[in-house]
């Protein structure tokens, strides 16, 4: 006689996923590996299979993998998803563990955000103001970006090396007081971070 539900967890998951994975089609999908541990309490017939349930963003939850037999499955994600999942475990003689909340999320963002700097007048005195924007992606229906949260700005003169004036700002303007040669061109480039 087996009258208790199994149990199981599943174990947790980096927080952001940036890349697609290798073999991923099409080349907006990303590999989320889960895994998941289980036990059945005595007196006990054994763990029998595994369902594992996925929402994404802030849809419904749905079975995607049932009759899983191991403690792990490759889940192909979508770009722009928060995703979240959980498992339930199924003993032999046929006690389902009781449905739970969400135990392991992460966020697939596979877009790089973008920056620009702001064209300034054919000349200028210096000191002088700089100002960039920027935007994150993806964009579209059913995609969340991760959200922008640092730049940095580079500048060069008279087409020389590219050097910093600003990294890791969260800001968008900044006074250009580095030294300034008479009669030079300056070129700016802006790059951003976003939070996966």
């Known amino acids: 006689t087996d009258r208790w539900p199994p149990t199981s967890t599943m174990l947790p998951l980096p927080p952001y996923v940036n890349a697609g994975s290798p073999g991923a089609r099409p080349p907006d999908r990303a590999i989320v590996s889960l895994e998941w541990q289980g036990s059945d309490p005595d007196p006990w017939t054994g763990i029998d299979f595994f369902r594992v349930y996925a929402q994404r963003n802030d849809g419904p939850f749905v079975l995607v993998f049932d009759q899983v037999e191991g403690f792990t499955k490759d889940f192909e994600a979508r770009n722009g998803g928060l995703y979240r999942f959980s498992v339930q475990a199924v003993d032999q003689a046929g006690n389902l563990e009781l449905?739970?909340?969400?135990?392991?999320?992460?966020?697939?963002?596979?877009?790089?955000?973008?920056?620009?700097?702001?064209?300034?007048?054919?000349?200028?005195?210096g000191p002088f103001a700089l100002s960039w924007q920027g935007s994150d992606g993806p964009t579209g229906a059913d995609m969340i970006a991760s959200g922008l949260v640092a730049y940095n700005l580079y500048f060069r003169i008279n087409g020389g090396e590219w050097r910093p004036t600003a990294l890791g700002v969260t800001g968008t303007t900044k006074l250009f007081d580095d030294p300034l040669v008479e009669n030079a061109v300056y070129e700016f480039m802006a790059g951003a971070y976003d939070a996966a």
Request: hydrophobic share 40%.
């Open 99 to 125: 449905a739970k909340a969400a135990e392991a999320q992460t966020h697939v963002d596979l877009t790089p955000p973008t920056a620009l700097v702001q064209p300034q007048g054919p000349f200028v005195r």
